[in-house]
């Protein structure tokens, strides 16, 4: 962020659920804690008009704000704060409001809601489930997330990319949780970009290889994925014994069909042009040759009652499965156990196929359905007639009767 002006108080931040806020006072430093009687101040400000990284992180009773600088890269710790009263997190079912804080109104009344205003230019705003090290935060602060997809502890990520909603609010678009933020109260305009103003800014480059299964089975798919650098906007993916020896996808999805070690080799530029690469080596296991089998119910198994097979086929978690349900209101199914109802009694064979890159393998085994007591039931196709015209009754009884 880049403050332009500074209210008092300004820049808020506050959980609607919980005891925890954020703002900056008049002397620009910065206020945190969990109720007025639990916070701190930090002994440096923040400076106008200089493009600055902010993180506030919150770990059950502790609160950390880092400032780090664009260019140099070096980070200053500027609050660390535990609650002295068993104050705890930032309630997530609730919502989390910016541009208000917890503060004393023009009545003097304490830990009240107050307005905290904005002011100033933005580049992002993301919002972690987990609390990010000094580390993370040095080493991502100056990258732009590209692929917020790529980082699961990332929930809510803010390019400060925007629409326009029905009623002619700026909306601000989340890219990763889809959860955008209507801007109503304030001023917008175009900032300025953060990359005219620091053409110089720092920004990483590494490659990192994410793997889905690092011990897949032949012809199993596996998501490949880069968690290196947010800012990185190219890829050369080059993977041995797979379908797809090359790839420039961000997460490109493959399919190994050789066993054995397979290596994995990724290059990426950044942005402005930084490069980097990493290599990964997993183990592809051979695939086993099914052997299909599944369990029928106990008991008698009646007409109109709702039965499950159960799959019990080896491999069980690496194959697909076809079901062949004969004389069942729904025949054919594509799943691991299969749920069946039978409208007649009868002898109905069941089968089972099991498909693995080995092969394929079925089974068949017959069942049968017992009679039950019939069940009434009847509609009546014209409910409203005049004298002497005919009424149609419709017969919609189950399970066979006789007469």
């Not at 803010?158 to 629409?163: D, F, R």
């Amino acid at each position: 962020m880049k403050p332009t002006s500074f209210a008092n108080p300004s820049f808020g931040i506050k959980a609607s659920s919980g005891k925890f806020f954020f703002y900056l006072d008049a002397s620009r430093k910065i206020v945190t804690g969990f109720d007025g009687g639990d916070a701190s101040t930090s002994s440096s400000a923040l400076t106008a008009n200089k493009w600055q990284h902010i993180a506030i992180v919150v770990k059950k009773t502790n609160i950390s704000v880092y400032k780090t600088g664009y260019l140099t890269q070096s980070i200053t710790q500027m609050i660390n704060k535990t609650s002295g009263y068993g104050n705890s997190g930032i309630s997530g079912s609730n919502d989390l409001w910016f541009g208000k804080t917890e503060g004393t109104n023009a009545s003097g009344n304490y830990k009240q809601i107050i307005n905290a205003p904005w002011n100033g230019d933005f580049d992002e705003l993301h919002i972690w489930n987990y609390a990010r090290s000094s580390a993370e935060i040095k080493k991502a602060c100056s990258d732009i997330y590209f692929r917020p997809s790529n980082y699961p502890g990332l929930t809510h990520c803010y390019n400060i990319n925007t629409s326009s909603n029905s009623e002619g609010h700026i909306v601000l678009i989340d890219s990763k949780g889809g959860h955008n933020v209507t801007l109503t109260n304030g001023t917008y305009s175009t900032g300025t970009n953060v990359m005219t103003d620091l053409p110089n800014k720092w920004m990483s480059s590494d490659a990192v290889i994410t793997v889905s299964n690092t011990k897949p089975v032949v012809g199993e798919a596996v998501t490949l994925s880069d968690t290196g650098s947010p800012s990185n906007v190219a890829w050369d993916w080059t993977i041995t014994g797979s379908e797809t020896t090359k790839s420039n996808s961000s997460s490109p999805i493959v399919v190994f069909n050789t066993p054995g070690q397979q290596t994995i080799t990724l290059s990426t530029s950044n942005i402005k042009g930084g490069t980097g690469s990493a290599t990964r080596t997993i183990t592809v296991l051979e695939a086993e040759e099914p052997v299909a089998d599944f369990r029928i119910p106990e008991g008698n198994l009646a007409a109109g009652d709702h039965l499950t097979f159960i799959n019990t086929s080896t491999p069980l978690d690496n194959a697909t499965y076809k079901w062949t349900l004969e004389g069942a209101e729904v025949e054919s199914l594509r799943t691991l156990n299969a749920a069946a109802t039978y409208p007649a009694n009868g002898i109905y064979t069941v089968r089972l196929e099991a498909t693995t890159a080995a092969g394929t393998h079925s089974v068949e085994k017959q069942i049968e359905i017992v009679k039950v007591a019939p069940e009434a039931a009847f509609t009546i196709q014209n409910h409203v007639v005049l004298k002497g015209e005919k009424v149609n009754f419709i017969d919609n009884s189950k399970y066979e009767p006789e007469k």
